[in-house]
């Protein structure tokens, strides 16, 4: 579950803030999701056999792919402007432009 969200939390504002040069956010955000789903199913079904699939596991997933969703929705409102990041903070902006033009 740590990992899952430390993840998240490094990887969405990365996304986000490379969104003008790498605008995969949504498929990732799509992934996640996917993810979710199939554990979720898993669950239900009590898959795998002889094995138990923790409950922590698919409630922590399920809370990540809902950061994911959001943030590339968010994202991709912002697309224009570099991303989400990019248009709160012109700081941001400056240093997402100074990086592509290295």
């Known amino acids: 579950n740590a990992v899952i969200t430390i993840s998240t939390a490094t990887l969405l504002p990365v996304l986000d803030f490379l969104r003008p040069y790498f605008p995969y956010i949504n498929y990732v955000a799509v992934g996640v999701v996917t993810l979710f789903l199939v554990l979720l199913v898993m669950k239900l079904m009590g898959l795998p056999r002889g094995a138990q699939l923790h409950s922590s ?46």
């Open 57 to 102: 596991l698919v409630v922590c997933s399920g809370v990540c792919a809902t950061a994911f969703s959001v943030g590339a929705i968010a994202s991709a409102r912002h697309a224009d402007a570099g991303g989400l990041i990019a248009s709160a903070s012109p700081l941001a902006a400056q240093i997402q432009r100074l990086l592509v033009d290295t």
